[in-house]
């Protein structure tokens, strides 16, 4: 029989005085954080979260993100269609994408984008691949580019995937209707010469926990450069934990297992963004504060 050990490590001060933090990205509604959904919630109120956004990945999805929206009030709904999930989408998804969002003018539009990994890096065989039907990039596009649409008419900040693929994102933003508040382009691990292009296109840039590891030094580089005013910090859990040193909120299944990324990691994520950019966290947490009103409202 399996047995569920939790494993949390928690330091927290009173939330009262602690500055408001906000995850520009993660996904709270996903199964594997199902279990420990009152545990989040208790770590996430004391460290003062103020809001998540939670980003659905297919239709399927929209709907229990809106469920858990009326028992959450820090939860900042996204709605998308994520480019591995493109290839399953039914005949009439836009129309239930464009639904889902008039439902409640707080959300976004999200998780979108494109990817060439799952195109070119996955063998066949590949267990994450079960189940999809892997759509071109050409489709992806077509996709990516009519939610962006949707999100420029209703005024809504896109969140965008991109793995492998920035020149074509590159070109599909450029053509594409986009919104006026500006889109993110989360966990940005693209090429610094595409900064000054996507961030006069109206990106804002997500740093998450993932880009401290050994490969990233150049991802690392541009959150030191990037301009203040676009950086945003998020968790993408439960993927993407922390270094082992760095992980003080751990969420695990069995003993000896990978931990999942607790969204309390949030917490970590500005610190280390702080330390890379030389900024007090006070700081750094004030000016997120800004960046995040202003993209999400």
């Known amino acids: ?39 989040i919630d208790t770590d996430l109120r004391r460290l003062n979260v103020r809001s998540a956004v939670v980003n659905g990945t297919n239709e399927a999805e929209w709907p229990v993100i809106a469920a858990l929206v009326e028992q959450y009030d820090w939860i900042r ?4 269609l994520h480019p591995w999930d493109c290839g399953n989408r039914s005949s009439a998804w836009l129309t239930h994408l464009r639904t889902q969002l008039m439902l409640n003018t707080r959300s976004a539009v ?39 649409a949707l999100a420029a008419e209703l005024n809504r900040a896109a969140s965008i ?20 508040r500006g889109f993110l382009l989360h966990g940005y691990a693209g090429p610094a010469e595409m900064i000054p292009i996507f961030t006069a296109l ?26 203040i005013d676009r950086l945003l910090v998020e968790t993408d859990a439960p993927a993407k934990a922390p ?4 992980n003080r909120f751990r969420l695990g299944a069995e003993l000896g297992e990978p931990a999942l990324n607790h969204p ?31 993209l999400f409202g």
């Open 1 to 39: 029989m399996l047995v569920l050990v939790v494993c949390v490590v928690i330091l927290l001060t009173d939330s009262s005085a602690v500055a408001p933090l906000y995850d520009a990205h993660q996904h709270f509604h996903f199964d594997e954080l199902v279990p420990y959904r009152t545990v």
């Open 77 to 80: 709904p996204s709605y998308g």
């Open 110 to 148: 999200g998780e979108i984008g494109l990817d060439r990994w799952i195109i070119d890096g996955l063998a066949p065989d590949d267990p994450r691949l079960a189940g999809l039907r892997v759509a071109a990039l050409s489709e992806q596009a077509e996709v990516c580019a009519a939610q962006l």
């Open 161 to 180: 995937h991109c793995v492998q693929a920035w020149g074509a994102l590159r070109d599909l933003l450029e053509k594409t209707a986009r919104p006026a």
């Open 202 to 227: 109206g990106a804002y840039y997500s740093f998450n926990l993932q880009l401290m590891g050994p490969l990233r030094t150049d991802c690392l580089n541009n959150f030191k450069h990037l301009p």
């Open 243 to 246: 270094p082992p040193a760095r």
């Open 264 to 294: 309390a990691n949030i917490l970590v994520a500005y610190e280390m963004l702080a330390e890379i950019r030389g900024l007090s966290l006070e700081v750094l947490t004030r000016q997120i504060e800004i960046n995040f009103n202003r």
